[in-house]
């Protein structure tokens, strides 16, 4: 059984990343960008997750990082990722 995945909806340049673990469903907003930055995914701060998403503080990066690192495989497996307080930016090198 597998638990942790992600769904997407895409709405031309902007969407969502769904997160699903068991019960739980988060829901970050995306837009795609230009240039180097291929896309900027929305996460609440770290003053702000527990009361936006109910998610204890403690499990905030584990599941950032399986974000930033699932959605890197699914829809841009040239990218690398950066991970800032309020946005995981998808990166890509433009001189390839």
Known sequence: MVSKQLEYIDNGREGYVIYRDGDIKLKFLYELAAGRYVALIYIPTA???F???GIP???RHQIIEFIACQVVKDRAPNAT?????DCISLLQETDR
């Not at 990722?81 to 307080?85: A, C, P, R, S, T």
Request: no cysteine; hydrophobic share 20%; charged share 35%.
């Open 51 to 53: 009361e936006k998403t």
């Open 81 to 85: 990722y950066e991970l800032y307080d």
């Open 47 to 49: 003053e702000s997750w």
């Open 57 to 59: 503080i403690n499990n």
